[in-house]
């Protein structure tokens, strides 16, 4: 992998943020279970949702993957808020991020997608809870080329077909209803 100066500092003042903001942000497997086997909540109790805007404070960021990690509730809203415009963006993969009750987490909302992230190629959502209402406004995003999502809504399949089909430009699709 080729890493130029700008997106090594970028990826150096990242990491510094999340150590100093966000100490709780850990995956499955750093998480020391708590009674009964559930993931410990109260690691993430410390770290409000609002510090994880931190993750996408860069407008030079062109990779963001968070996947496996263990998030709170409504931090989409933060890490892709809407008045953020992330040019650079090209991959986001948010797979298998949890929420601190042990939870399948729910997806980023669409539209907040498109918004902050107009460049976006690669988009990995699995095993998060999708709606057809939150895959929709992805037809917009004329360079996607890679879309990895579970839709969880029961009338799912003849719209989640339209909604892909309208994704012309995508080369790889895992798509499970």
């Keep these: 992998m080729q890493c130029t100066l700008a997106s090594w500092h970028v990826a150096w003042y990242a990491a510094l943020l999340l150590t100093h903001h966000l100490p709780s942000l850990s995956t499955a497997a750093d998480s020391a279970p708590g009674e009964n086997g559930e993931p410990n909540e109260q690691e993430h109790e410390d770290c409000p949702a609002s510090a994880y805007s931190a993750l996408t404070g860069s407008t030079k960021l062109q990779y963001l993957d968070i996947s496996g990690c263990t998030l709170p509730l409504c931090v989409w809203q933060h890490i892709f808020p809407a008045d953020r415009h992330l040019p650079h963006l090209r991959s986001v993969n948010v797979s298998m991020v949890r929420q601190p009750a042990g939870g399948q987490a729910v997806a980023p909302d669409g539209t907040r997608l498109v918004r902050c992230c107009p460049g976006l190629q690669a988009l990995d959502m699995q095993l998060l809870q999708c709606s057809t209402t939150q895959l929709g406004p992805l037809s917009v995003l004329t360079g ?23 994704l012309t430009g995508l080369r790889d699709l895992a798509l499970s209803t």
Excluded: Y
């Design 144 to 166: 996607l080329i890679a879309l990895i999502v579970e839709i969880t809504d029961e009338p799912a399949e003849g719209l989640a077909t339209q909604c892909v089909a309208q």
